[in-house]
C-alpha cells in the first residue's frame, strides 16, 4: 500500500510544529509515515516572526505576510511559551529577562528546529494558489506557483493541513472622509517603524493588542501625541501623558479627526489597528473555514478537523493567550489522527465534541481570567490524548494572569517584570534599565545587556 500524502500549506510556527510532529515519529521508530510536502509562500522558515521592510507586494508580486514591526518586544511573557522539551536554560545558557525583542524570541523558537531536517520537507517561494477535493478519489489537489521555477505546479493528496497564519490580511474599515486626509493612512499591517511617527500626532482607531502595543512603541520613539479610538470598550490603562483614548471617530474632515463624544483633533496620520480578516484565497467555498478571530473558531473538532471535511486540519486558528505550545499541541493531535492512531468519531459525535466547547465559549464573561482558563483546558484536553511531553498548564495560565495584573499596574513598565519558569525554575533576570530606555531591540545588543539577577527569598 502506497505511504499516505499530506500537504503542509505554510512553514510559520504552526506548520513546522506540524513538521516536527512527523518527525519526532519518525525518530521515534514509526513505520510508513506519510510523504509530507509543505509549501511556503516567502522564501525562508518563521512565519509571522521573519521581520521584513517590506509592505504591500513581495519580491515575486505576492501579498506580503509579515506584520511584525521593528522594536516589536515580546507581548506576554517568555515562560507562558516555554517548550517542555527545549527550555531557555538549554537554549541561551543563562538566564534571560521575561520579554526578549522578536529576534531574541525567534532565536529560541528557532534553536529547536533542525532547519536541515525540516528543510527538506518545504519548498519555498510556492505560495498555494488552488486546493480542490474530490469525492471520487478522496484526494486534495494543490495547485502552486513555484517562483523558483516559474511554472505552476499540482500534485494530489490525501491530507491539508492550512497553517497559513490569520493575522497577515487587513481588515480595513472606512470612516467618512479619509479619502481626503492629507497624511498617511495605514493598516497595522504595514507598520513598520515607530520612528515615522517622531513629533507627529497619530491616530489609532482599534482598542486591542495592536493598538496597545503600537501606541506604546510609538510613545517610546517620540511621536508627539497619540490618540486611541475604540468602538466597544477603551483599553483602560493608566496611559502617560500624551497618550489618550477616545470613543470612535465619526468623521474626518480635512486633517481633522471628529470622534462620538463631539471632540476633534487634527492629526499627522491615522492608522487602522482594527484586526484581520481570516482569508484563504486559495480555497474554495467548500472548504474554507469562516470565522473571526476568537478562542473557539466554530466548524473546527478540536479546534483543527474541518467539521465538513475532516481530511482537511486547521492549524493556529484561535485567537491567542498560549501561542507555540498551542500550537504543538495541535500539531500532535492532527497528527494522530493522520496516522490514524487517535480514532475520528463520526459527525454526530464531532458534532456533539464542539457543541460543549462552544456553549462554554459562549458563556465566557470576557474576563481574562475565565479566557485564559478555558484556552488552558482545551490545550489539556489535547495534551491527554497524544504524547506530547507534560507541561504546566495551568501554572502558566496563572502566569498569563499575573502578566495582565503587571499590565494593569504599569503598562509601561510591565516588560520590566521578572517571573520564574515553570520547567526549570530558573528566576528571569531584570533588565538593566527600563524598557522605554532600550531602544536597540537586536539580538546582539539585547544579549549584550548586563542583565541583573533578581533574588528570590
Ligand atoms: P504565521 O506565523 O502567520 O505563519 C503562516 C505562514 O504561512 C507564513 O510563513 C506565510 O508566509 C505562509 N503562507 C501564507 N499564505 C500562504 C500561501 N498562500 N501559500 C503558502 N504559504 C503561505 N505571538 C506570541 O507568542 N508572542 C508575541 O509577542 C506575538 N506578537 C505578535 C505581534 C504581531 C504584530 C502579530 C501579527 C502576531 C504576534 N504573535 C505573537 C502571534 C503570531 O502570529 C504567532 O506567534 C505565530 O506566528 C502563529 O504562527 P502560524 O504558523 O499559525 O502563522
Ligand atoms: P484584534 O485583537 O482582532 O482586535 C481588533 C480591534 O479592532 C478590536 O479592538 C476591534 O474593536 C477593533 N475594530 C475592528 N473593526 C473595527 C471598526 N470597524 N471600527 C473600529 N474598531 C474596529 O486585532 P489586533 O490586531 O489588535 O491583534 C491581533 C494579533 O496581532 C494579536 O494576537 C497580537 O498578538 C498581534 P471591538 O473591540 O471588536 O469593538
Redesign the pocket.
Known amino acids: 500500500m502506497l505511504n499516505k500524502k499530506i500537504a503542509i ?8 510544529a506540524q513538521i516536527r510532529a512527523f518527525e519526532a515519529a519518525r525518530l521515534a521508530g514509526k513505520k510508513n509515515l506519510p510523504e509530507i510536502i509543505c ?4 522564501a525562508d ?6 521581520y521584513t521592510w517590506r509592505t504591500g507586494l513581495d519580491k515575486n508580486g505576492e501579498p506580503v ?1 509579515g ?3 521593528r522594536y ?1 518586544w ?3 511573557p517568555k515562560e507562558c ?1 516555554e517548550f517542555a522539551d527545549y527550555t531557555f536554560d538549554e537554549h541561551f545558557g543563562r538566564a534571560i529577562p521575561s520579554y526578549p525583542p522578536r529576534a531574541v ?1 525567534k532565536d529560541y523558537i528557532m534553536g529547536r528546529i533542525d532547519e536541515e531536517a525540516v528543510s527538506k520537507y518545504i519548498r519555498f517561494e ?3 494558489r488552488w486546493v480542490e477535493y474530490d469525492k471520487e478519489s478522496e484526494l486534495f489537489t494543490v495547485t ?1 506557483m513555484n517562483h523558483k521555477t516559474g511554472q505552476q505546479e499540482t500534485d494530489t493528496f490525501d491530507y491539508v493541513v492550512v ?3 490569520h ?2 490580511t487587513p481588515n480595513m474599515p472606512y470612516f467618512k472622509g479619509l479619502e481626503n486626509f492629507p497624511g498617511r493612512v495605514l493598516h ?1 499591517h504595514d507598520f513598520r517603524d515607530a520612528l515615522e511617527f517622531k513629533d507627529k500626532d497619530v491616530l489609532m482607531i482599534g482598542s486591542s ?2 493598538a496597545e ?1 503600537i501606541a506604546s512603541q510609538c510613545y517610546k520613539y517620540g511621536a508627539k501625541s497619540i490618540t486611541i479610538s475604540y468602538r466597544s470598550q477603551p483599553i483602560g490603562y493608566e496611559w502617560p501623558e500624551g497618550i489618550e483614548e477616545r470613543p470612535l471617530v465619526t468623521h474626518f474632515e480635512g486633517n481633522t479627526a471628529h470622534f462620538s463624544d463631539g471632540t476633534s483633533k487634527a492629526y499627522d496620520g491615522v492608522m487602522m489597528c482594527t484586526g484581520y480578516l481570516f482569508h484563504f484565497p ?1 480555497l474554495p467555498d467548500d472548504l474554507r473555514l469562516q470565522t473571526h478571530n476568537c478562542l473557539y473558531p466554530e466548524h473546527l473538532y478540536k479546534g483543527i478537523v474541518f467539521q465538513q471535511n475532516p481530511k482537511l486540519i486547521y ?2 486558528m484561535h485567537d ?1 493567550y498560549f ?2 505550545n498551542k ?1 504543538d499541541l495541535q500539531a500532535w493531535y492532527a497528527r494522530d489522527i493522520m496516522l490514524g492512531d487517535i480514532e475520528l468519531p463520526n459527525a454526530e459525535e464531532r458534532l456533539a465534541d464542539m457543541k460543549v466547547w462552544q456553549d462554554r465559549h459562549q458563556a465566557l464573561d470576557g474576563s481574562d481570567d475565565q479566557n485564559i482558563e478555558f484556552q488552558g483546558d482545551y490545550m489539556l484536553d489535547l495534551l491527554a490524548a497524544t504524547d506530547y511531553p507534560e507541561f504546566p498548564i495551568k501554572k502558566q495560565g496563572e502566569l498569563f494572569k499575573q502578566w495582565l495584573r503587571d499590565k494593569d499596574e504599569d503598562i509601561m513598565g510591565f516588560r520590566e517584570r521578572t517571573y520564574a519558569s515553570t520547567i526549570t525554575n530558573t528566576m528571569a533576570t531584570e533588565l538593566p534599565k527600563p524598557w522605554l530606555e532600550i531602544k536597540d531591540d537586536s539580538l546582539e545588543s539585547f544579549m549584550s545587556l548586563d542583565f541583573v539577577e533578581v533574588t528570590v527569598d
Open positions: 500549506l505554510g512553514a510559520g510556527p504552526s506548520g513546522l509549501y511556503e509562500k516567502q522558515l518563521g512565519g509571522m516572526w521573519n505576510h506584520s511584525m514591526y516589536l515580546s507581548n506576554g511559551l524570541l510556492c505560495p498555494v502552486v497553517a497559513t497564519g493575522f497577515s497595522a493588542y495592536s502595543d486559495f492549524l493556529g491567542q501561542t507555540f500550537l
